[in-house]
């Protein structure tokens, strides 16, 4: 062989041979969201903080040299097509992390699935069924639970404004149900029983009745837990219009955007307070945390300075989830899903822009219980609330 | 509890309102249409985009559902009801109106969105009227003024004994030279046109929203088939009826059990008195 | 010329095609591409055997049941609360969810089906959602809006492979219970009160029996299904028993053609399996079943499996033997001669 053809043949498989490595497997992430259906704002909301950084991933070089894949699919807030698509995730497209669904009533179905496939799963959904280290140990939950966001409210209730006599409404859908549930069942952990307590369905048109029979219990907070805003809506509406101005002390959904365009007057909006976040709660001075001041300088860099008309939460802790499976892939030098486990159950205060982020061998919910604040409904500026109170 | 009344008075009347709609389109084709519901959901979601997104006072975006409401009959009659009827099949007329319905639905929750939005204020009203807020009476007040439309058309206007002739008997219209194709049009043009102002005339009530199509449908199903078809004075009985049961059930029992309630009360009116409170004993050619 | 031989030759060729399309069937887990695809064939494998019973009423004697998703509802919490939180035997489970799905479908039947159609259509609505509403709010019971967890099915069928093969046979048993039903007289009573009530009844076929049974008989298979689905599931939650899903067992049989068992089977094929392979598709879904309904109303109101035959027909035409008719008059009066003695 001459010299030069043998030169050749060497160049090419050292090329090929770094080729083949620089183009070693992608880390494919799964993402499985509700685009359209209902709860599909946050779901399009988060999706914008997950692409996000995952584009701010892939331009600094991936992770480890490895790219993230980011496979979506859209759920439609269909349970049956949410197990079908995790498992064609998992066993066809074989990702090596999954994250949501959104709804917990597709997440419901698909983490016992992806338990049996032993794949590690970011949870986004709030009802508490939705860990378990025993069950599930490859599930770990980024957002807060549904009891943080009762027992940070009840406190405020109980606490802080001094009620005693609370009025507990939910609706008639499933996640409704099962919160107004565990709000009484905290409430009664408190020694507290509720003086009036309903379900309404999310599409009742008028709620007179259930206010006046509120009013006439005596309750002196009012204290709602669905995320239907519509429902929500009515609620301030009838307050307004009946003149009574019990406070409403409540679901997140209180202090959506969206609520603003339903309200009969503006001021109906005054006297309410939802769970809230500290990386989305202004200071004193008017100031966000830092770390969430960087996103959105970064949010505006690339999507314009117009204003931030949705939560700002959701982008991120879309944008959060998948830092947390870089931080894993980096710790676990590696996809082995063994060992991405073993790495996030010893994760203690890993800083996100949404939550600090503390798991453990027993328990599967990062987010800690300090860094829910309560914030004024009405106080929505740019994504974010100031604090109420 | 006067209030629980007031304001199952008022959806009571907006689904009488669509058994009005389907008292219509009944009497010329002997179709029940899916797409009745649809109707006033087309005219409540038009209105206040018409509204909003145009800032078209409100008289103009009256004349625009009713407009959108008409249009909407039109096209179930050319789509769904006209090639249907003229094969022997029984009830591909059902299938074909689901199916239409279910497009509707579905392309106005694409479009829309799947969130209740709000319905901006039809006459200058402070909020603080309680039980005399326009979202209460207006309903009550259009359906009312359909079904007395409906009687006076019927009796005195020409076209109005066409509907009478064609709903007696379509064969011997024909054969008196009624062109039963162009009443039948324009009986589904106006019945769309009925919806479409009962949806606006009870949006503030019900929020613009995609989903409000088959429950209207259901509902005022129901309140067709107590206060039986064809006529309207049951139209009336029946959805008031059936809007005060809802509303006192929920009042006592609690929302849990609302569509058991409002079922059982249809089930129970079928098995008493099968034709409705105010309908005729179906006599079945045979 | 034998006329007998070509008919055994078509029945070795069907015989021959069930064998080869039952073997596919049966080796599938070994073919399909991963445990997805096993997935979606044994979800195509739960909704036949709801969609063969419904088959009956809605095919053959023409009820247009569009809430037979509450007897699905029903079927799948019937068999997690049994199984599941009363940990009772699965199998005495599956059966306990049919006998349970049987008798709703009697419960509901019974006063319904003397409406005439659209007023039956909207009862099995409000039904549906009547089913929904209750699953709600006896959370006690059923788990309320968290829903419950459903255990499978001891080895072998715990596997993967295990609830696929179980599903076949499942759906295997019910079609040949259909098809024979269809076939023999009862099928022909049945297709005789779609089409015209009144003769059926001139003809002596007990009209309100015969809808009555067809419907108890798809309420078993529903409540069949339904235990079958909630172990593919293996968790089941309200939503996920919306009105939609009624509508899309409705839609497979129409578009697969009224009065066959093989049209709806395409249909239920077809239409599972497309949403999954078209991304955009699935997020039109609802309005593509409805266009898809109303475009085979319009244009093919016997379905598609009408349109194969159609296409069949033209390809290999089937030979009409013509046996002319020509008067034999030795044998008349032979016959005459036999008469007389």
Known sequence: ?389 | MLSALIAGLATGALYAAAALVYNVMFSTSKVLSVTTGHTAMLGGVFGAWFMQAFGLPVPVALLGSIGVGALFGLLTDFVAIRRVLSRSDEHLWLLSTLALATMVQQAIALWWGTEPKPFPRVIAQDFGAGLLDQKYWLPVIVAIALAVGLELFYRRTLYGKLFVAMSEDIFAARARGIPTDRIRMLSYVMAGAMGGLAGFAAGQLTFAYFALGLTLTLNGFIALAVGGLGSNLGALVGGAALGILSSIATYYVGGEFQQTISVGLLMVVLLLKPEGLFGTRNVRPV | MCGRCEREQIEMKRLLTVIVVAAALITLPFWAGDQYQLHIAALIGAYWVLIAGLNLVVGFSGQLSVGHVGLLAIGAYAFAIIAGTHGIDPWLALAASGGIGALCGFLLGLPSLRLPGFYFAMATLAFALIVTELVLAFEGLTGGGVGLSVPSFPAPFDTSEGNYWLILGMAALVTWLTWNVARLMWGRGLIAVRDSVVTAQAVGVPVLHAKLAAFVFSGLTAGLGGALFAVIQSYITPDTFLFELGMFFFVCIIIGGRGSIIGPFLGTVVLTALPELSAPLAKLGNFFYGLLLLLVVLLLPEGIGRLFQIVLERLRPRRVESVPIAPQPERLAAAIKVGQR
């Open chain 1, 1 to 389: 062989m001459s010299i030069s053809l043998r030169r050749a043949l060497v160049g090419a498989a050292a090329l090929a041979w770094a080729a083949g490595a620089f183009a070693q497997d992608a880390i494919r992430i799964g993402w499985l969201s509700s685009l359209t259906g209902p709860l599909s704002s946050a779901a399009i909301a988060e999706n914008q903080g997950v692409q996000f950084a995952v584009e701010e991933i892939n331009k600094a070089g991936g992770v480890n040299g490895r790219k993230l894949e980011l496979i979506t699919r859209d759920t439609a807030g269909d349970p049956t097509k949410a197990v079908n698509l995790a498992k064609q995730l998992a066993f066809t497209e074989k990702v090596h992390f999954i994250i949501g669904p959104v709804n917990s009533g597709e997440s419901l179905a698909t983490v016992p699935i992806l338990a049996r496939a032993g794949i590690p799963n970011l949870i986004i959904g709030s009802v508490d069924e939705l860990v378990d280290a025993k069950k599930y140990p490859n599930a770990f939950r980024a957002i807060n639970t549904n009891r943080q966001w009762i027992e940070a409210a009840n406190h405020y209730a109980l606490n802080v404004i001094k009620r005693k006599k609370i009025a507990v409404i939910g609706d008639t859908s499933g996640y409704g149900t099962s919160s107004a549930k565990t709000a009484a069942e905290l409430l009664d952990k408190a020694g507290i029983k509720p003086v009036y307590s309903v379900l309404i369905d999310p599409n009742k048109t008028d709620l007179t009745d259930e206010m006046n029979k509120a009013k006439a219990a005596g309750a002196d907070v009012v204290m709602p837990w669905s995320a239907a805003t519509g429902l929500l809506a009515r609620l301030l509406n009838t307050r307004g219009d009946m003149g009574w101005d019990v406070p409403i002390v409540g679901h997140p959904a209180l202090m959506a955007p969206a609520i603003k365009k339903l309200l009969n007057k503006p001021e109906y909006w005054g006297n309410a307070v939802a769970a809230g976040y500290v990386s989305t709660t202004y200071d004193e001075k008017g100031k966000l945390p830092a770390k969430t001041q960087a996103l959105i300088d970064k949010l505006h860099g690339k999507m314009g300075t117009g204003e931030i008309d949705y939560m700002l939460w959701w982008v991120a802790l879309g944008y959060d989830t998948v830092k947390i499976v870089e931080y894993a892939v980096k710790q676990a030098n590696g996809t082995d899903p063994k060992v991405i486990q073993k790495v996030l159950e010893n994760t203690k205060g890993l800083q996100g822009v949404y939550a600090t982020y503390s798991w453990s061998a027993a328990q599967r919910n990062g987010f800690p219980d300090h860094q829910i604040v309560m914030n004024q409904a009405n106080s929505f500026k740019d994504g974010a609330y100031r604090a109420a109170r």
